[in-house]
C-alpha cells in the first residue's frame, strides 16, 4: 500500500478487502529419553527430533508455506550430575502474497517461525534460518532451603551457552521486479544462574533465573530475566 498526505480538514476513504484464509500445520516427532534422577540438573541420555509444515490451502489471501526440523541430543557431562545438549534447527519460509510496499521492496505474507533465534536476540529477518545451540548444566549447590508455605528452592545450578545462527532472506525491488539476497550470521554465548524453586507448594517446579551474554552482531552484552516450567522438568527431575 502507498502512502498519501491528506490536508486538515480533509477525509480520505479507504476501502480493505476482507481477510479470509485458514492455516494447516502437519508435524511429527520422535522422542528417546532416559529418565534421570532428582540431582540431574537436565537430561543426561536422550534424542529428540521434531518435523512441522504450515501451509494456508483455503481462502483469498495466500499466507506462503513454513517447514520446520528441530533436533535434540542430550549427552552426560563431565561431573556425575552435569548435562550438555546439543541443538541443531532448520526452517524455510516460502512467501505468500503480496502485503504492502516497504521502502523501495513489497512486503509479503509470511508465516511466524518455527525455530527459535539465539538468546539475547528479540528478531532476525529470515526466509531460511539453521540454529545451533549448545547448552552446558551445572549443579552449584542444593540448599532444600523453604521460605514457610510460599516458597521452596530445592537447587541453585549455572549454565553455560553457546548460539550460532546462519539467516538468510530475500526482497523483491518495486522498480525491476529483481530479487535480492540478503544473509546474516549472528551468534551469542554467555551463562545463566537458576534457582529450581516450588511456589505455594505447587508439585510442578518452577525455574526462576538471570541471563547475561554477549551478541555479535552489535558487539554488546545483554542481560534478562528467565521464568521457566514444564512437565518435563516434574517428570525427568
Same mark, same amino acid.
Do not use: C
Given at each position: &500500500?502507498?502512502?498519501? $498526505?491528506?490536508?486538515?480538514?480533509?477525509?480520505?476513504?479507504?476501502?480493505?478487502?476482507? @481477510?479470509?484464509?485458514?492455516? @494447516?500445520?502437519?508435524?511429527?516427532?520422535?522422542?528417546?529419553?532416559?529418565?534421570?534422577?532428582?540431582?540431574?540438573?537436565?537430561?543426561?541420555? !536422550?534424542?529428540? /527430533?521434531? %518435523?512441522?509444515? *504450515?501451509?494456508?490451502?483455503?481462502?483469498?489471501?495466500? =499466507?506462503?508455506?513454513?517447514?520446520?526440523?528441530?533436533?535434540?541430543?542430550?549427552?552426560?557431562?563431565?561431573?556425575?550430575?552435569?548435562?550438555?545438549? $546439543?541443538? =541443531?534447527?532448520?526452517?524455510?519460509?516460502?512467501?505468500?502474497?503480496? %502485503?504492502?510496499?516497504?521502502?523501495?521492496?513489497? *512486503?509479503?505474507? *509470511?508465516?511466524?517461525?518455527?525455530?527459535?533465534?539465539?538468546? !539475547?536476540?528479540?528478531? $532476525?529477518? =529470515?526466509?531460511?534460518?539453521? #540454529?545451533?545451540?549448545?547448552?552446558?548444566? @551445572?549443579? /552449584?549447590?542444593?540448599?532444600?532451603?523453604?521460605?514457610?508455605?510460599? &516458597?521452596?528452592?530445592?537447587?541453585?545450578? +549455572? =549454565? /553455560?551457552?553457546?548460539?550460532?545462527?546462519?539467516?538468510?532472506?530475500?526482497? #523483491?525491488? &518495486?522498480?525491476?521486479?529483481?530479487?535480492?539476497?540478503?544473509?546474516?550470521?549472528?551468534?551469542?554465548?554467555?551463562?545463566? /544462574?537458576?534457582?529450581?524453586?516450588?511456589? #505455594?507448594?505447587?508439585?510442578?517446579?518452577?525455574?526462576?533465573?538471570?541471563?547475561? !551474554?554477549?551478541?555479535?552482531?552489535?558487539?554488546? +552484552?545483554?542481560?534478562?530475566?528467565? %521464568?521457566?516450567?514444564?512437565?518435563?522438568?516434574?517428570?525427568?527431575?
Amino acid at each position: &500500500m502507498g502512502e498519501s $498526505l491528506v490536508a486538515t480538514g480533509s477525509i480520505t476513504q479507504r476501502i480493505i478487502p476482507r @481477510m479470509d484464509f485458514y492455516g @494447516m500445520e502437519y508435524s511429527f516427532s520422535f522422542q528417546n529419553i532416559r529418565r534421570g534422577t532428582s540431582r540431574d540438573v537436565g537430561t543426561r541420555f !536422550g534424542q529428540a /527430533l521434531s %518435523l512441522s509444515y *504450515r501451509h494456508s490451502p483455503w481462502g483469498n489471501y495466500d =499466507n506462503g508455506s513454513i517447514i520446520g526440523l528441530q533436533s535434540r541430543l542430550y549427552v552426560p557431562g563431565a561431573g556425575r550430575y552435569h548435562s550438555i545438549s $546439543l541443538s =541443531n534447527d532448520f526452517q524455510s519460509k516460502q512467501w505468500g502474497q503480496a %502485503l504492502e510496499t516497504d521502502g523501495d521492496y513489497y *512486503r509479503h505474507y *509470511r508465516f511466524s517461525n518455527l525455530v527459535g533465534y539465539p538468546r !539475547g536476540y528479540s528478531s $532476525l529477518e =529470515n526466509d531460511q534460518l539453521y #540454529l545451533f545451540r549448545a547448552t552446558y548444566r @551445572m549443579p /552449584l549447590w542444593n540448599p532444600d532451603f523453604s521460605l514457610g508455605k510460599i &516458597m521452596y528452592v530445592k537447587r541453585l545450578r +549455572m =549454565n /553455560l551457552f553457546y548460539d550460532q545462527a546462519y539467516a538468510q532472506y530475500s526482497r #523483491l525491488r &518495486m522498480d525491476a521486479d529483481i530479487k535480492q539476497t540478503f544473509s546474516s550470521s549472528p551468534a551469542s554465548y554467555g551463562a545463566e /544462574l537458576h534457582a529450581d524453586t516450588h511456589f #505455594l507448594r505447587f508439585v510442578i517446579p518452577f525455574s526462576v533465573g538471570a541471563r547475561v !551474554g554477549y551478541r555479535t552482531a552489535d558487539q554488546s +552484552m545483554f542481560g534478562e530475566f528467565v %521464568l521457566q516450567t514444564g512437565l518435563s522438568g516434574f517428570l525427568v527431575n
